[in-house]
C-alpha cells in the first residue's frame, strides 16, 4: 500500500511538472520542451557583421560550381526544386552570371535576403511570412512574446544535447526536485552548459558566425542559434557511430548549410561528402569555405584533393564510392515519395547504415521506406533536442 501511495505522489507530481510547462503564459509552445523552464530566459542576441574577409577567391569558385550544377540539374516539381529558385530569382541570376561583387554581397549578407529559406534561420522572411524561427512559436502561442519563448526552446535544446551526452543529469519529473547545493545552482547558464559539453568531449567547441544577424544565445563561444545546437548533436553522433575509425565515409543528403558538416570536421570525421540542390550547395560550399577556410572544400566540377565535398543531386549518378555512414537529417519526409525512395535505393545501394533524424508528420515516413527492404534491421528512439522527431539507425 506505502508502494502504491508513493507511486500515486510521483504521478501528481509528473502532472504538476506537465502543467507548469503548460502554464498559459507558454501555451501549448510549452510541450516542445524537455522540461518546466527555470529562471529566466537566456539572452537572446544577434550576430555582427564579421570584418571584411578576402573571399573573392571563394566566390568565383561558388559561382562556377552553381552554374555547373544547375546545368546539370534535373529538378522535380517539388518546391525544393523549382519553387526555391523563383522565389531567390535574385540569388540565382547572380550566381549565373558574371558580377562578382553583387554575389558576393548576397553570399555574405544571407539575412537580407530569402536565400537561406527553409534550411536555415538566417533569412529574411517572405511576404506574408515571418521569420522562420518566429513562425513555429506563432503558430503555437500566437499571443505570447515569441523572443522569450524561443530563448527558452534554445535552452532547453541546448540542455537536452548536453544530456544526451552525460554532461548533465536527465532530470527526475516523477518526484519533487531535491534539494541541490550552491554550485549546481550556478550550473545553469549558457556558458556553464557548453563548459558541460567540452566536459563530455574533451575539446573545446566554437559557435562561428561567418553572417550577420543570426539569432542565438549570447555565449562566449559566439552566438549559438537552433541550427547549430541541432549540428553539435548530429555531429556528435556520426562521430560515435564512426568510433575513431580511420577513413570513415559519410555522406549527407539534404545538409542545411552545412552546420553538421562543420562540426563533424571539428570531431574529426574527415571523408565527408554533402549532396544537396545546386542553390543550397551554393551556401554551404561559401559556408564551409568561411569556417574551415576555402582550401577545406571542394566543390563541384573541381579536381583536387579535399575530403570534404559539396556536391549536386546529380553527383550520385556517377558516384562509384561506398560510404559507411549515410545520414539524412529533416529532409527525407519532406521530399515527395517518389524522391524520397530513390535516395533510399542509392542509401541501400552505396551505403554501409543509415541514420535519419526525421519527423513524421508527413504522409510517408522513413520506416515506410526500409520497412520494405528484405534485411534491414532498425532502431528508433526519440531524438534528444528537438521533440517531434525520431532518430533511426538503420543496417543491413
Not at 47 to 56: E, L
Not at 174 to 179: A, G, M, V
Not at 187 to 195: A, N
Amino acid at each position: 500500500m506505502k508502494h502504491v501511495r508513493r507511486y500515486g505522489r510521483r504521478l501528481l507530481n509528473f502532472a504538476d511538472s506537465i502543467a507548469e510547462a503548460a502554464k498559459p503564459s507558454l501555451g501549448p509552445f510549452g510541450w516542445l520542451l524537455h522540461r518546466a523552464p527555470s529562471g529566466p530566459p537566456p539572452e537572446l542576441v544577434r550576430s555582427k557583421a564579421p570584418a571584411r574577409v578576402d573571399d573573392v577567391s571563394l566566390i568565383r569558385r561558388v559561382m562556377a560550381s552553381y552554374k555547373r550544377s544547375f546545368n546539370e540539374h534535373s529538378p522535380s516539381e517539388s518546391f525544393w526544386d523549382r519553387g526555391i529558385v523563383t522565389l531567390n530569382a535574385e540569388v540565382h541570376h547572380a550566381l549565373m552570371g558574371t558580377d562578382v561583387e553583387r554575389a558576393g554581397q548576397l553570399l555574405r549578407n544571407p539575412a537580407a535576403s530569402t536565400f537561406f529559406w527553409g534550411f536555415d534561420a538566417i533569412a529574411k522572411a517572405p511576404p506574408g511570412s515571418v521569420e522562420p524561427h518566429e513562425s513555429v512559436i506563432r503558430s503555437l502561442s500566437p499571443f505570447a512574446n515569441w523572443q522569450r519563448l524561443y530563448a527558452i526552446w534554445l535552452i532547453d535544446s541546448l540542455s537536452s544535447v548536453a544530456e544526451a551526452m552525460g554532461a548533465r543529469r536527465v532530470p527526475y519529473l516523477e518526484t519533487p526536485p531535491r534539494q541541490v547545493g550552491a554550485h549546481e545552482k550556478a550550473l545553469r547558464t549558457v556558458d556553464d552548459i557548453v563548459d558541460q559539453i567540452d566536459g563530455a568531449l574533451g575539446m573545446k567547441l566554437t559557435f562561428p558566425n561567418p553572417f550577420p544577424g543570426e539569432l542565438g544565445l549570447r555565449s562566449r563561444r559566439g552566438v549559438i542559434g537552433f541550427r547549430a545546437i541541432q549540428a553539435v548533436y548530429q555531429a556528435w553522433r556520426i562521430a560515435q557511430i564512426a568510433a575513431g575509425k580511420p577513413g570513415f565515409k559519410v555522406m549527407e543528403i539534404g545538409a542545411g548549410l552545412g552546420r553538421t558538416a562543420y562540426f563533424a570536421n571539428v570531431f574529426g570525421l574527415q571523408h565527408y561528402t554533402i549532396i544537396d540542390i545546386p542553390l543550397t550547395n551554393a551556401a554551404q560550399g561559401y559556408f564551409l569555405g568561411r569556417v574551415l577556410g576555402p582550401d577545406a572544400v571542394r566543390l563541384n566540377g573541381e579536381d583536387t584533393s579535399e575530403r570534404l565535398a559539396v556536391l549536386p543531386a546529380a553527383a550520385i549518378e556517377r558516384s562509384t564510392d561506398v560510404y559507411d555512414l549515410i545520414v539524412n537529417v529533416d529532409s527525407w519526409t519532406e521530399m515527395s515519395p517518389k524522391v524520397a525512395e530513390a535516395y533510399w535505393n542509392f542509401a541501400k545501394s552505396a551505403g554501409r547504415a543509415v541514420l535519419s533524424i526525421n519527423h513524421e508528420h508527413n504522409l510517408h515516413t522513413v520506416s515506410s521506406l526500409y520497412s520494405r527492404s528484405p534485411g534491414v534491421r532498425a532502431t528508433r528512439f526519440p531524438y534528444w533536442p528537438r521533440r517531434g522527431y525520431v532518430e533511426e539507425f538503420i543496417t543491413w
